[in-house]
């Protein structure tokens, strides 16, 4: 087997973190090519790309090796979003290796990407009987399972992949998220405070534990979680809906429309940050100015119930209650309707 199979899990953050754990081929000193084929140097992922192709057409390599070359570029092709290259790839490595089994948990994310999750699952499930201790192939089937809405499912392969390895943040933070969408909160805020003990750096947990709390009413505690997502993510436009949302619940409106008026900085066209607007609008008593926000949110996404449903809150003007308004946030932040909101994490 080649080398770097049991290496840790890579993921698409940045380029340099996911090329230090490609697979090399065992045996001498690496060629050139080699060496960036496998990501050495810090090379750029098209020098990836390019070095991997040279190796696969030498024809001088032993299938086990070409069957690493086709991995590491499949896995170039996929931070790039170049999902049927990446599965092609896949393809070509399991030929090459049918028990090659981080190549089918990565064909698997690959599909999971594309949005077939019952061809990711089956995937997952071959790269699991050729090695049952892969935690993170558990967690990404588990996520496979979440999008089809079997949450049970999932959660049954959340919690093997925390046995398997109890310092696994992203297991936590899925089997939160997924608490969270069967109403089960005080579970969900347990897995996801565990997520951020293991990594104190996660932006998304700090994102999925801010949002439940702004669910439960605890809107302080929200602030202050969702502050740290502001600062993890700073360029991130849904980091300052999500705050905009929070401190407006809290009746901080001044703060609440500059988190808005930033989102829509990072992100002009964004319905999520209108429709969070438009809300900080009607508790600010100016619904002409609410209306026009819904508008532009119902022009990217015309059947948006939050906006819809704000939109008709602003155009009964005076009659407008504070208890309505805030209803708006709590819709929009609950499971069945706030997928924009708050997302599982995938790793390869």
């Not at 750029?44 to 192709?53: A, N, Q």
């Not at 001088?60 to 979003?81: C, D, M, V």
């Not at 995937?123 to 399972?145: E, H, K, T």
């Not at 499971?335 to 708050?342: L, R």
């Amino acid at each position: 087997m080649p080398l770097g199979r049991g290496a840790r899990l890579w993921g698409s953050i940045t380029v340099l973190s996911t090329m230090t754990a490609l697979a090399s081929p065992a045996g001498a000193e690496l060629s050139k090519d080699w060496r960036w084929c496998t990501g050495k140097d810090n090379v750029s992922i098209e020098l990836v790309i390019k070095s991997c192709t040279l190796v696969i057409k030498s024809a001088r390599e032993p299938a086990e090796h070409l069957a690493t070359a086709f991995y590491n570029r499949a896995t170039a092709h996929r931070i790039q979003g170049w999902y049927d290259r990446a599965i092609h790839d896949y393809d070509e490595a399991i030929r090459l290796d049918p028990e090659y089994a981080l190549a089918y948990n990565d064909r698997g994310t690959a599909y999971s990407r594309k949005a077939q999750p019952r061809r990711a699952i089956q995937d997952y499930d071959r790269a699991i009987r050729l090695d049952p201790a892969m935690a993170f192939a558990f967690s990404n089937r588990g996520n496979a399972y979440a999008s089809r809405g079997e949450l049970d499912r999932a959660i049954q392969d959340y919690d093997e992949a925390i046995r398997l390895d109890p310092s696994n943040a992203s297991a936590f933070n899925n089997r939160g998220y997924a608490h969270r969408s069967k109403g089960d909160l005080k579970r969900a805020l347990q897995d996801f405070d565990q997520a951020i003990r293991l990594d104190p750096g996660y932006a998304l947990a700090f994102k999925n534990r801010g949002l439940v709390l702004t669910i439960t009413g605890e809107h302080e505690r929200a602030i202050r979680d969702l502050d740290q997502l502001v600062r993890l993510e700073a360029k991130n436009a849904t980091a300052w809906t999500a705050r905009c949302v929070a401190r407006a619940l809290a009746g901080r409106l001044t703060p609440a429309l500059a988190d808005c008026n930033e989102a829509l900085r990072l992100q002009p066209g964004s319905p999520e940050a209108f429709e969070a607007r438009g809300f900080v609008y009607l508790k600010l008593g100016q619904p002409d100015r609410a209306i026009a926000d819904y508008d532009a949110a119902l022009r990217v996404d015309p059947k948006s119930p939050r906006s819809l449903y704000g939109r008709g809150l602003a155009k009964q003007r005076g009659d407008v209650t504070e208890r309505q308004v805030d209803l708006i946030a709590v819709k929009s932040i609950t499971p069945a309707v706030a997928a924009e909101f708050a997302r599982v994490d995938e790793r390869p």
